[in-house]
């Protein structure tokens, strides 16, 4: 197996079993591996540190699979990982859900693979060469647990670009799912186009927010910005709201949402969509002089790296005020930041800044985050990207 020397002072972080090393802590390689290889990390007194896939191309050289020397990186281990991640979820899938994260990359040990249950289909993510080379015994054991009718590559093509890997929409297993797989969250149907929706085509980090949220919407007036399809709006109406407006600048989200009503047996008369720009949309309200009892503000990741945390956080403020002006007087606002970057204090910090610019009182009544399928590694802090604050706003 192939060699990677630490440089010297670099070895906390990989103590500490963070899952990346950076190509800057790297000393030498000895011999030229592939990416994608399993190689071996040592310290720069030759000491064994950890097993990593390595790839040339990434600012991340390792990902560090494993601390134990005696730990074979071979088909059983990964087996193992798979059946592992995939145990641990057995208890969400119940009749009112069939929909969730199987799989979540490094927060489950295997860096670079996200695979989403939909029903009866998979949708798979390969981010990292590693896991690329893996993924026929992916696949087989995904097969033999789960049975699905098929497996499709979802794999984003922005982050495989890192890695020097091409875009790959496929079948991977089994049929090409069908232009809309229906699938069950909290009691909520939901139409996913898995070939052709958003990120894996749908959200379902938001599960359990969608519900605490709903659960204060009888007989409210809600405003759910960034509805893609529905997944606030549907709830909230499913759980009484007198009325909904959803705002998202997609259209075929907005589509599917209009459909989402109807297969859900929902009023349409108690919901409007509007195709626009939140921001825009948000203005157009305000000048209006309506009002909402709820809002809910689930914006795209603003912040990709930390470096765009500065403008990202004036744009959260800004959304978060106008939010906030929308709101009748003890109203709620339920609000999102999906960025890794932001953390919990800092967007506490935003929130405190807009209602100050909107000259409004808010309360924190509750901290939502993301759900028991999307863990947090205890040693990968950034992989705990979803947070939300509850705020009542005077
Ligand atoms: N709340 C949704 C998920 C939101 S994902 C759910 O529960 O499923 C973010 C959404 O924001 C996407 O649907 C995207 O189309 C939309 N979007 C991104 N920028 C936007 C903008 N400036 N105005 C309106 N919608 C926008």
């Known amino acids: 197996m192939i060699e990677v020397i630490l440089k010297k002072g670099k070895e906390k972080a990989v103590l500490q079993r963070h899952p990346w090393l950076f190509s800057g802590a790297i000393e030498r390689v000895k011999g030229k591996p592939a990416n994608g290889d399993v190689v071996k990390l040592l310290n720069d007194r030759g000491d064994f540190m950890a097993y990593g896939f ?55 040990y295997l860096p670079g693979l996200i695979v989403d249950k939909y029903a009866d289909y998979l949708a798979v993510q390969v ?26 590559d979802k794999s984003d093509a922005s982050s495989r670009a890192h890695e020097g890997l091409e875009t790959n929409h496929a079948v991977l297993a089994g049929k ?12 909520v149907k939901y139409s996913i ?11 379902c980090d938001q599960r359990d927010n969608r519900d605490i949220v709903a659960k204060h919407a009888k007989g409210k007036k809600v405003l759910d910005c960034f509805s893609y399809t529905g997944g606030f709006t549907l709830n909230a109406l499913k759980n009484g709201a007198s009325s909904v407006l959803s705002v ?40 209006q002089g309506d009002k909402f009892d709820i809002v809910v503000l689930d914006p795209p990741k603003y912040a990709p790296s930390r470096s765009a945390l500065d403008k990202a956080s004036r744009a959260y403020k800004d959304l978060n005020r106008l939010g906030m002006l929308l709101l009748e007087s003890g109203g709620l606002l339920a609000t999102f930041s999906c960025s890794g970057a932001m953390d919990i204090d800092t967007f506490k910090q935003v929130l405190a800044w807009a209602a100050l610019d909107a000259g409004k009182e808010v ?15 205890a040693s990968f802090p950034e992989g705990e990207y979803l947070k939300g604050l509850l705020c009542r706003v005077y």
């Open 54 to 108: 390595y790839n040339g191309q990434s600012r991340v050289a390792l990902r560090l699979l494993d601390w134990n020397e005696e730990t074979e990186i071979n088909e059983d281990w990964l087996r193992k990982k798979v059946r592992l991640a995939v145990s641990s979820r057995s208890n969400l899938l119940t009749p009112a859900t069939n929909t969730y994260r199987l799989i979540f990359s490094e927060a489950d």
């Open 363 to 377: 309360q924190f009544i509750y901290q939502f985050c993301q759900p028991k399928d999307h863990p947090v590694r």
């Open 176 to 187: 090409h799912p069908p232009e809309s797989v229906e699938v069950t969250e909290n009691g």
């Open 127 to 152: 981010l990292t060469s590693g896991i690329e080379r893996l993924m026929p015994v992916v696949i087989d054991e995904l097969d033999k647990l789960l049975k699905p009718e098929g497996i499709f």
């Open 248 to 287: 998202d600048s997609s259209a075929l989200a907005i589509d599917t949402l209009n459909k989402h009503i109807s297969l859900n047996n929902l009023d349409a008369s108690k919901h409007t969509a509007v195709q626009s720009d939140v921001n825009k949309q948000l203005r157009i309200l305000r000048d």
């Open 193 to 203: 186009n898995i070939a052709e929706g958003q990120k894996s085509g749908f959200y």
